[in-house]
């Protein structure tokens, strides 16, 4: 019979070997195998390893689906030097001179304009302003527009965002810095 494997980490390696010396100092006997095992994974907050087993399965099998359905690498580098020029309010410090970050700081601008709604030009700027610190919300209403990422009538009265999905890095790059807002 094959042997699954189960990768296992602890954040805290010395509240871990704490967990096991107190149970193992209340085990009356030389525990199991799977004594062991359990008393591991509820030393980082596990039930039992059945519990721990479910969840490790479970989490393979959704990253499977999500590799599956989104086979774009992220460039985990180049999202770490975008989020050096997001303050922790989420709004951009300055504007990258880089075209491609420039399109990854649109798509995280995009995320935060509200999805099926029409936008007079004023509020649009409004919203625009909101997201950054560099005062130049017409670069962006303009980009927004040449990327496709958002719509406009002829006259400019009316704005839309243009709902499509973002490549593979602005979907870290919006996900890591909505985690980084919500931590405050």
């Known amino acids: 019979m094959s042997r699954t494997l189960l990768p ?6 010395s509240a871990l070997a704490r967990s096991l010396k107190n149970q193992l100092a209340t085990s009356e006997s030389r525990p199991s195998h799977l004594e062991v095992l359990n008393m591991l994974v509820r030393a980082n ?11 490790i399965t479970a989490r393979e099998q959704l990253d499977e689906r999500t590799e599956a359905t989104n086979p774009e690498p992220v460039d985990f580098v180049r999202v770490k030097r975008l989020l050096r020029i997001i303050d922790r309010e989420g709004k ?30 004023k509020e649009i ?8 610190h560099f005062g ?12 496709g990422m958002m719509n ?15 490549p593979a ?14 931590k405050e």
């Open 8 to 13: 296992f980490h602890s954040d805290d390696i």
């Open 169 to 182: 890095e602005a979907i870290e790059l919006i996900r890591r810095v909505g985690a980084d807002s919500n």
């Open 92 to 121: 951009l410090v300055r504007w990258p001179s880089k075209r491609s970050h420039q399109e990854l700081c649109l798509w995280l601008i995009w995320s935060k304009i509200p999805a099926r709604r029409v936008f007079t030009e």
């Open 45 to 55: 907050g596990y039930r039992n390893f059945q519990h721990y087993r479910a969840r």
């Open 152 to 166: 406009r009538t002829r006259d400019g009265r009316e704005y839309r965002r243009v709902e499509k999905r973002p």
């Open 125 to 132: 700027n409004l919203l625009l302003l909101d997201s950054h």
């Open 136 to 147: 130049d919300h017409a670069l962006l209403r303009r980009w927004l527009c040449d990327y």
